[in-house]
């Protein structure tokens, strides 16, 4: 059965203090791993894409890299603004356009 | 640019009561169309896709069902709501390599 996991569930950093939120898949025919930020009670808003195994991504203090395996989202010097969920989700050719998400995880970053 | 709406924002329903959540999209045809629940804690499960006007694809059994009864138009209803139907429901269209949300419908059913 495909699966998408995400880990840690959720995650406290202090501002300044780097780290990386994983999502591990388990589908065949990858065709696309995305990221997401979601705020409490609005819709996601699309962070990457990432297509190929060694694909990164950057966008201000974030980057997306990708394994055959796993895709991992480094947060560098992360300020409170940067507190939401991450949302992981993949596209795999067997199911066309649609994708497939992880259950995220819930960072919170403390000044 | 394209834009999602989502109508109601929030509802509150007794459970048994019928529901009705519309999503318009604006800036783009033919899109391809999607509802997603996401539960409190978990990731987003797809109930529904379509690529065309009257076109659905149901992705899970359960007590909704949905209808497009216009391009850009996508409906989700059920007629007898159960308390497991609570959710945020969230409408999506994908476009360019890219999935699109709206901001969502909260749903308690009581």
């Known amino acids: 059965e495909d699966q998408v996991t995400q880990s840690p569930e959720a995650l406290r950093l202090q501002e300044g203090e780097s780290s990386s939120l994983n999502c591990s898949y388990t589908?065949?025919?990858?065709?696309?791993l995305f990221w997401y930020r979601q705020d409490p009670g609005k819709g996601p808003e699309f962070l990457f894409t990432?297509?190929?195994a060694g694909e990164e991504k950057e966008k201000e203090r974030l980057k997306a890299t990708l394994t055959k395996k796993e895709s991992f989202l480094h947060i560098t010097a992360p300020k409170p603004e940067d507190s939401a969920t991450y949302l992981c989700?993949?596209?795999?050719?067997?199911?066309?356009?649609?994708?497939?998400f992880g259950a995220g995880t819930i960072l919170r970053v403390k000044s | 640019s394209q834009t999602i709406h989502q109508w109601p924002a929030t509802l509150v329903q007794p459970v048994g009561s019928p529901l009705s959540l519309e999503c318009t999209v604006e800036?783009?045809?033919?899109?391809?169309l999607y509802w997603y629940r996401q539960a409190a804690g978990r990731g987003l499960q797809l109930l529904f896709y379509?690529?065309?006007?009257?076109?659905i694809s149901s992705e899970v059994p359960q007590n909704l069902s949905a209808s497009r009864p216009q391009d850009r138009q996508f409906i989700l209803s059920s007629k007898k709501l159960l308390l497991s139907d609570s959710g945020f429901y969230l409408c999506?269209?994908?476009?360019?390599?890219?999935?699109?949300f709206g901001e969502g419908s909260r749903l308690t059913v009581l």
């Open positions: 999506a269209h994908y476009h360019t390599g890219e999935l699109f």
């Open positions: 800036g783009t045809s033919n899109p391809n």
């Open positions: 990432l297509y190929s």
């Open positions: 589908v065949s025919g990858l065709r696309g």
């Open positions: 989700a993949v596209q795999a050719r067997k199911y066309g356009n649609k994708l497939v």
């Open positions: 379509s690529v065309g006007i009257g076109q």
